[in-house]
C-alpha cells in the first residue's frame, strides 16, 4: 500500500462522524424504548445526553472546550430533569432544538461571501459544474432562505407547544401562562412536524422541476436515493467553512 493510499488521520475522522452519530441515534431509540416500557423519565433524560454526545462527539474528540462545555451543561439539565420527574421535557425540546438549530445552519450561509447551503448540496449530489450555473446558483440561494424561514418558524411554533401542551413546561414547574387543552400534541412535535419537513422537500422538488424547466433533473426516487447515498458527505459538509468556492 503507498503512502498515498493510507487514510489520514483527518480522513478517518471525517468517516467516524456519521459512524458516531448513527450509534448515539441507535442507543437514543433503545434508551426511549425502555423509559416509555419501564416508565422511567430518568432514562428518557439519559437518552438526550446520549444523542447530545453523538452529536458533538467530532469536537469532543478533538478536545474542544466549548463541547465538553455543552455536554457537561445538558448533563446537568439531564440530571435536573431526571431527578425532578421531567426527563421527557427534554424529549420534548430536541424537535424545538433541531429546527432551530437547523434554521441557524441555513441562515448563517446565507451572510455575503458564503456559499449557500443548498448550493453546497447541489454540487455534491450533481457536481460542482450544476452548483455554478446562474439559474442554479440563484435558486439554491432562494431556496436556503427558504428552509431557514420554514425551519425557523416551525421551531417557534414547536417551543410554543412545549410550554402550553398538558405536562409541557408550564404544567411541570407549575408557572402561570396559557395552556393547550387538546391532546395530541406530542405527535405533532415527534411525528408531524418531520412530516411538514418532508412534505416540503417533496413540493419543493415539483416546484424545482417547473421552475429549472429546461435543466435535467433526476426522478424523485433517485434524487431521494442520492440524498441517502451522499449523506455521510452531507454531514461532513455541515462542518466545514461554507466559503463560496469550495464546493
Given at each position: 500500500m503507498s503512502a498515498a493510499s493510507l487514510p489520514t488521520p483527518d480522513s478517518a475522522a471525517r468517516r467516524g462522524r456519521p459512524r458516531a452519530l448513527l450509534v448515539a441515534l441507535a442507543l437514543y431509540f433503545v434508551l426511549i424504548a425502555l423509559a416509555g416500557a419501564l416508565v422511567r423519565s430518568g432514562l428518557a433524560a439519559l437518552a438526550v445526553v446520549v444523542l447530545g454526545a453523538g452529536v458533538l462527539w467530532p469536537a469532543l474528540r478533538r478536545g474542544h472546550a466549548a463541547a465538553w462545555a455543552g455536554l457537561a451543561a445538558c448533563a446537568?439539565?439531564?440530571?435536573?430533569?431526571?431527578?425532578?420527574?421531567?426527563?421527557?421535557?427534554?424529549?420534548?425540546?430536541l424537535p424545538v432544538l433541531v429546527n432551530l438549530g437547523l434554521c441557524a445552519l441555513f441562515a448563517r450561509t446565507l451572510r455575503r461571501a458564503r456559499q449557500p447551503l443548498i448550493a453546497r448540496f447541489v454540487a455534491i449530489l450533481e457536481g460542482p459544474a450544476r452548483a455554478a450555473e446562474p439559474r442554479v446558483a440563484r435558486y439554491a440561494r432562494a431556496l436556503t432562505l427558504a428552509w431557514?424561514?420554514?425551519?425557523?418558524?416551525?421551531?417557534?411554533?414547536?417551543?410554543?407547544?412545549?410550554?402550553?401542551?398538558?405536562?409541557?413546561?408550564?404544567?411541570?414547574?407549575?408557572?402561570?401562562?396559557?395552556?393547550?387543552?387538546?391532546p395530541g400534541w406530542r405527535w405533532y412535535l415527534h411525528v408531524g412536524s418531520y412530516g411538514v419537513v418532508g412534505a416540503f422537500l417533496v413540493l419543493e422538488y415539483g416546484y424545482r422541476r417547473w421552475h429549472l424547466r429546461g435543466l435535467a433533473h433526476p426522478s424523485l426516487p433517485a434524487f431521494l436515493l442520492a440524498l441517502v447515498r451522499q449523506w455521510p458527505a452531507l454531514l461532513r459538509s455541515l462542518g466545514e467553512p461554507a466559503s463560496r468556492g469550495r464546493p
Open positions: 446537568a439539565l439531564a440530571l435536573w430533569c431526571a431527578l425532578h420527574g421531567a426527563g421527557w421535557l427534554l424529549v420534548d425540546a431557514a424561514l420554514v425551519l425557523g418558524l416551525q421551531g417557534l411554533l414547536l417551543g410554543m407547544i412545549v410550554l402550553a401542551m398538558p405536562q409541557g413546561v408550564f404544567d411541570a414547574l407549575a408557572l402561570p401562562g396559557p395552556r393547550l387543552a387538546a
